[in-house]
């Protein structure tokens, strides 16, 4: 049985040990977001469906409503949580990158998405190429424009974001080489609908009509086309943005109602970041820095990407009905494991109390039967003490009627001592006893028969009489009882060893 509780407890740890074991790293993913516009709400969303493979991480999303000072101060809180990873897409470089490095110094992977940062201290980069999607900006205007010079405003991201700085500097770049293509005017629309309405409105109110609008994202191109609305009523001046986004009331459909006339694709890619994240959690090589293709999205492709987009919106839904029916389900079946675990867990624990009172019981019994046993035994000593003291008795009774008894015949051959007829019959007659009883009683306690006895008493007196006085041999011989001095003297040599002759009697 004891077996048992040591074969139960092992089983227990190691279904404890299994239990515990078994269990995922439990990682935490804290995000920084710069703001919260739907190109940012769309990437949140790519990195929660992605994590639905990942239920063991927890990804908590920061957003910093586009201030860069706002941004630092949660960064330095995230910092003192310390996340197993950090994913943040710095709302201008250089006021937010010393808060990502010292998040980096401090030892929490940093992925900085989208957005650059200056320096090198961050784990990864996963982002376009803006500088490309300048250039791809360019080389659209130059193929939509046919006459010999294009005046272009340029509504700007947040200037000190580095999308904004590459984009401006991509498009710079690539209409270097078309002499008469010309940014006329620039603004800071910084990144948002209303204020690249306020901007461009007013770079048309100063400035003569353009040829091109280009603004660094989709949003800022609807302010802009609203701005045009408003000071150009009814007239169309082609605007180009970046981002294409596939939303409702998003790039796409700009593109397809004619807001926008072309789109740089920029997709937030929250799938990749999040398997990225998880390559770094889980020590997997990843790339360092991914960066992003982009193309220009027209009309054309617009309708035919909206299409598309509507069909995989379709499948996405159905996958997410899915994933959440997964989810459900792996919920059902974690509870069920920990269910059975319990179960297991708790039958083993039964069992393991039941060999302890098992246990116990078998030690009660043991304790019980040993204490009956010692009463037994207690009890028997006790009745032999009681027997033997019984025993004692009778014995001592009987010994003192031997004694008496003895005494009594002893006596009786005394007196007749002299007498030559002294034999059985006189001795039993005198002792009131039968002659087989006096037998039987003289040979238990002497050893010896009553003749014998009576011999033997003859012959110590004459032994004693030879000793203690000067009668002759003969005269001895008739006091002792015996008829004649030599049977005397043959029964004496026999007792004694020596002839009564050889006596020496007192001077
Ligand atoms: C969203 C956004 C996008 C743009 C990107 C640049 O916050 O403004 O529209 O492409 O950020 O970082």
Same mark, same amino acid.
């Given at each position: 049985?004891?077996?048992?509780?040591?074969?139960?407890?092992?089983?227990?740890?190691?279904?404890?040990?299994?239990?515990? +074991?078994?269990?995922?790293?439990?990682?935490?993913? $804290?995000?920084?977001?710069?703001?919260?516009?739907?190109?940012?709400?769309?990437?949140?969303?790519?990195?929660?469906?992605?994590?639905?493979?990942?239920?063991?991480?927890?990804?908590?999303?920061?957003?910093?409503?586009?201030?860069?000072?706002?941004?630092?101060?949660?960064?330095?809180?995230?910092?003192?949580?310390?996340?197993?990873?950090?994913?943040?897409?710095?709302?201008?470089?250089?006021?937010?990158?010393?808060?990502?490095?010292?998040?980096?110094?401090?030892?929490?992977?940093?992925?900085?998405?989208?957005?650059?940062?200056?320096?090198?201290?961050?784990?990864?980069?996963?982002?376009?190429?803006?500088?490309?999607?300048?250039?791809?900006?360019?080389?659209?205007?130059?193929?939509?424009?046919?006459?010999?010079?294009?005046?272009?405003?340029?509504?700007?991201?947040? *200037?000190?974001?580095?999308?904004?700085?590459?984009?401006?500097?991509?498009?710079?770049?690539? @209409?270097? +080489?078309?002499?008469?293509?010309?940014?006329?005017?620039?603004?800071?629309?910084?990144?948002?609908?209303?204020?690249?309405?306020?901007?461009?409105?007013?770079?048309?109110?100063?400035?003569?009509?353009?040829?091109?609008?280009?603004?660094?994202?989709?949003?800022?191109?609807?302010?802009?086309?609203?701005?045009?609305?408003?000071?150009?009523?009814?007239?169309?001046?082609?605007?180009?943005?970046?981002?294409?986004?596939?939303?409702?009331?998003?790039?796409?459909?700009?593109?397809?109602?004619?807001?926008?006339?072309?789109?740089?694709?920029?997709?937030?890619?929250?799938?990749?970041?999040?398997?990225?994240?998880?390559?770094?959690?889980?020590?997997?090589?990843?790339?360092?820095?991914?960066?992003?293709?982009?193309?220009?999205?027209?009309?054309?492709?617009? @309708?035919?990407?909206?299409?598309?987009?509507?069909?995989?919106?379709?499948?996405?839904?159905?996958?997410?009905?899915?994933?959440?029916?997964?989810?459900?389900?792996?919920?059902?079946?974690?509870?069920?494991? $920990?269910?059975?675990?319990?179960?297991?867990?708790?039958?083993?624990?039964?069992?393991?109390?039941?060999?302890?009172?098992?246990?116990?019981?078998?030690?009660?019994?043991?304790?019980?039967?040993?204490?009956?046993?010692?009463?037994?035994?207690?009890?028997?000593?006790?009745?032999?003490?009681?027997?033997?003291?019984?025993? *004692?008795?009778?014995?001592?009774?009987?010994?003192?009627?031997?004694?008496?008894?003895?005494?009594?015949?002893?006596?009786?051959?005394?007196?007749?001592?002299?007498?030559?007829?002294?034999?059985?019959?006189?001795?039993?007659?005198?002792?009131?006893?039968?002659?087989?009883? @006096?037998?039987?009683?003289?040979?238990?306690?002497?050893?010896?028969?009553?003749?014998?006895?009576?011999?033997?008493?003859?012959?110590?007196?004459?032994?004693?009489? *030879?000793?203690?006085?000067?009668? +002759?041999?003969?005269?001895?011989?008739?006091?002792?009882?015996?008829?004649?001095?030599?049977?005397?003297?043959?029964?004496?040599?026999?007792?004694?060893?020596?002839?009564?002759?050889?006596?020496?009697?007192?001077?």
């Amino acid at each position: 049985m004891k077996n048992t509780v040591y074969v139960s407890f092992v089983i227990l740890f190691c279904l404890l040990f299994i239990g515990c +074991s078994h269990k995922e790293p439990q990682y935490t993913i $804290m995000v920084s977001q710069c703001s919260d516009d739907a190109w940012r709400q769309q990437m949140n969303e790519e990195m929660q469906r992605e994590l639905l493979f990942h239920p063991n991480v927890q990804l908590h999303i920061w957003q910093a409503d586009a201030n860069s000072q706002r941004q630092c101060l949660q960064l330095d809180s995230i910092i003192a949580l310390h996340p197993d990873l950090l994913i943040v897409s710095p709302n201008e470089a250089d006021e937010v990158e010393p808060a990502i490095t010292r998040a980096y110094q401090k030892g929490i992977p940093v992925i900085v998405a989208d957005r650059k940062v200056n320096g090198k201290n961050y784990t990864a980069f996963i982002g376009g190429d803006n500088y490309e999607i300048g250039h791809l900006l360019a080389q659209y205007i130059q193929t939509h424009w046919d006459e010999r010079s294009c005046s272009i405003f340029e509504i700007t991201g947040l *200037l000190g974001s580095t999308p904004a700085l590459l984009r401006h500097k991509g498009l710079v770049d690539g @209409l270097q +080489s078309l002499s008469n293509f010309t940014i006329t005017a620039q603004a800071n629309g910084q990144w948002f609908q209303e204020p690249a309405y306020a901007v461009t409105l007013n770079l048309l109110q100063q400035n003569p009509k353009p040829d091109f609008i280009v603004a660094h994202n989709d949003l800022m191109a609807i302010g802009a086309s609203q701005a045009v609305e408003a000071v150009y009523p009814g007239e169309d001046i082609p605007i180009i943005g970046v981002d294409a986004l596939s939303g409702r009331g998003m790039g796409l459909d700009a593109i397809c109602d004619g807001i926008e006339d072309a789109s740089a694709i920029y997709a937030p890619h929250g799938d990749l970041i999040i398997q990225t994240a998880i390559a770094i959690l889980n020590k997997e090589p990843y790339e360092r820095d991914i960066v992003l293709p982009s193309f220009i999205m027209d009309k054309e492709g617009a @309708l035919a990407m909206r299409q598309y987009a509507d069909e995989m919106n379709r499948r996405v839904e159905t996958i997410r009905l899915l994933q959440n029916k997964v989810s459900d389900l792996t919920k059902t079946l974690s509870m069920q494991r $920990m269910l059975v675990y319990a179960l297991v867990v708790l039958i083993v624990m039964v069992l393991i109390i039941v060999a302890i009172l098992h246990n116990i019981y078998i030690y009660r019994k043991r304790v019980r039967e040993e204490r009956e046993r010692t009463q037994r035994t207690i009890m028997e000593q006790q009745q032999r003490l009681e027997d033997m003291s019984t025993e *004692l008795a009778r014995v001592q009774a009987t010994a003192s009627s031997a004694d008496k008894f003895m005494q009594q015949l002893m006596r009786e051959i005394e007196i007749r001592m002299a007498d030559t007829d002294l034999n059985v019959n006189t001795l039993s007659a005198a002792m009131n006893i039968s002659r087989a009883q @006096l037998f039987r009683k003289v040979k238990t306690l002497t050893g010896c028969s009553p003749v014998d006895l009576i011999r033997s008493l003859r012959l110590k007196r004459g032994q004693q009489l *030879l000793l203690n006085t000067d009668d +002759s041999i003969q005269q001895i011989a008739y006091a002792v009882g015996f008829t004649s001095a030599s049977y005397f003297t043959k029964c004496y040599k026999d007792m004694f060893g020596t002839s009564p002759g050889e006596v020496t009697r007192p001077k």
